[in-house]
């Protein structure tokens, strides 16, 4: 199973969560981390970055045949990105819910998308996908020692040791 591939026990599962430039001009950072924090995730990594085309193409590889690539690549390399790695139980499936459908306008009410977002081409946040495509892309963004090994005061209250 998904599970059984990784190299990290379940309660550390890490995912890349990144705020688009589109949610960066429009002040969004802290209400998106916000949601992260007050669910119980653990930060591990966190920078701001000027995306690059060769970045970008590896870390959308399954999107580039697409006639939309070129303005997709337009888009996220406008301004600036705020990546982070945030961790913790079934984080990678939690995420995907709380960002909401990639299509706007059938994400759901209460998710990132569907409380911030309209449109497709301009959906705010990324999040990955699955264990494999967490790991691709967290190694992809982050090297290893821009990531955190610590213990949250609290983690023995939000998930079962
Ligand atoms: P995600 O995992 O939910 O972000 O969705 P995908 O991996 O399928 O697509 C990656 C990103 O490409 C999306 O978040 C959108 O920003 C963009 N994208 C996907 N489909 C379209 C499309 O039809 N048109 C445009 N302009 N962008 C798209
Ligand atoms: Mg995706």
Redesign the pocket.
């Known amino acids: 199973g998904l599970r059984s591939k990784s190299s990290l026990p379940d309660v550390r599962e890490q995912t890349l969560i990144a705020v688009?430039p589109d949610g960066v001009h429009r002040r969004l950072v802290g209400q998106i981390m916000q949601r992260f924090e007050q669910r119980g995730f653990k930060l591990v990594g966190l920078k701001m970055l000027q995306v690059s085309e060769d970045l970008l193409a590896q870390h959308?590889c399954?999107?580039r045949t697409?006639p939309?690539y070129p303005?997709?690549q337009d888009?996220?390399t406008s301004g600036p990105v705020v990546a982070m790695v945030w961790e913790g139980h079934n984080v990678i499936q939690t995420s995907?819910i709380m960002?909401g459908?990639?299509?706007p306008a059938e994400a759901q009410a209460g998710t990132v998308r569907g409380d911030f977002s309209i449109?497709?081409?301009?959906?705010v946040v990324?999040?990955?996908?699955s264990r494999e495509g967490a790991e691709r892309e967290i190694q992809l963004w982050f090297q290893g020692k821009e990531l955190l090994n610590w213990e949250s005061c609290d983690q023995t209250f939000t998930c079962e040791p």
Not at 119 to 123: D, E, Q
């Open positions: 688009k959308y399954h999107l697409k939309f303005s997709l888009y996220m995907r960002v459908h990639t299509n449109h497709v081409s301009r959906n990324h999040a990955s996908d």
